[in-house]
């Protein structure tokens, strides 16, 4: 267990419609990563924040967003979804700003329909 | 830019062979560089580290060198089981930045 807890594990939607990924990180780390996972793109990095504040950003379309939280907790928030957005959504966690591990949660499923 | 490029999959191999999955990166300084593995259903897990030339980082019986000269980090594993099955994937962090940046993925099937 990573101590990483995405919520949810699945979830199927239409196109057009908006939904929010939520990462609770693990007990003490401040960094907080989102990567989108799909068969033809790879695993992907979208954003990073640490301590509430956006640290770096990746291939994150504008329709994406996500936010951290005063206590940590970080949502990803995918917006006028389209088929190609369905994927494997992970969030990851490292202590700090330097080359410390990350580690992963399971993942959230995303199929849009 | 930074980048990782690792030997493309699948690799099917027979219990107790031998495991060689190349890595090779592109950095400016010295990158820390990693290994994870990524098991069916599940998130990416730490498999290895190195942070500085010459380092070799070890686990699970999987070893990885981090050798400037080449700028490579092959991931090796002297007898592999069936649970070794699973996508692996090299990755770096550049002396600069903060961003973890993946390889592909390579995925590794083991059969009995």
């Known amino acids: 267990d990573s101590g990483v807890t995405q919520t949810p594990k699945h979830l199927i939607t239409a196109t057009g419609q908006r939904v929010t990924l939520r990462c609770s990180p693990r007990?003490?780390?401040?960094?907080v990563y989102w990567y989108q996972q799909s068969l033809d793109q790879g695993l992907q990095f979208l954003i990073q924040?640490?301590?509430?504040?956006?640290?770096a950003k990746g291939n994150i379309l504008e329709r994406f967003s996500a936010q951290q939280f005063p206590d940590l907790h970080s949502e990803l928030n995918l917006s006028s979804l389209e088929l190609g957005d369905s994927a494997l959504y992970f969030c990851?966690?490292?202590?700090?700003?330097?080359?410390?591990?990350?580690?992963f949660g399971n993942g959230t499923r995303l199929t849009v329909t | 830019g930074n980048s990782v490029t690792q030997m493309e999959g699948p690799v099917t191999l027979s219990e107790e062979a031998f495991l060689t999955i190349n890595c090779t990166y592109t950095?400016?300084?010295?990158?820390?560089l990693f290994w994870y593995v990524q098991y069916p259903g599940e998130g990416l897990q730490l498999l290895l580290k190195?942070?500085?030339?010459?380092d070799k980082g070890s686990n699970k019986g999987f070893e990885a060198t981090y050798r400037k000269e080449t700028t490579s980090f092959h991931l090796e594993k002297g007898s592999v089981q069936v649970s070794d099955s699973a996508v692996y994937f090299c990755?770096?962090?550049?002396?600069?930045?903060?961003?973890?940046?993946f390889g592909a993925g390579t995925t590794v099937t083991v059969r009995a």
């Open positions: 990851a966690s490292s202590a700090g700003l330097d080359d410390s591990p990350l580690h």
């Open positions: 007990s003490g780390d401040l960094s």
């Open positions: 924040y640490y301590n509430g504040e956006e640290r």
């Open positions: 950095a400016t300084g010295y990158p820390s």
């Open positions: 190195a942070t500085k030339a010459d």
């Open positions: 990755a770096l962090i550049p002396s600069n930045d903060y961003k973890l940046s």
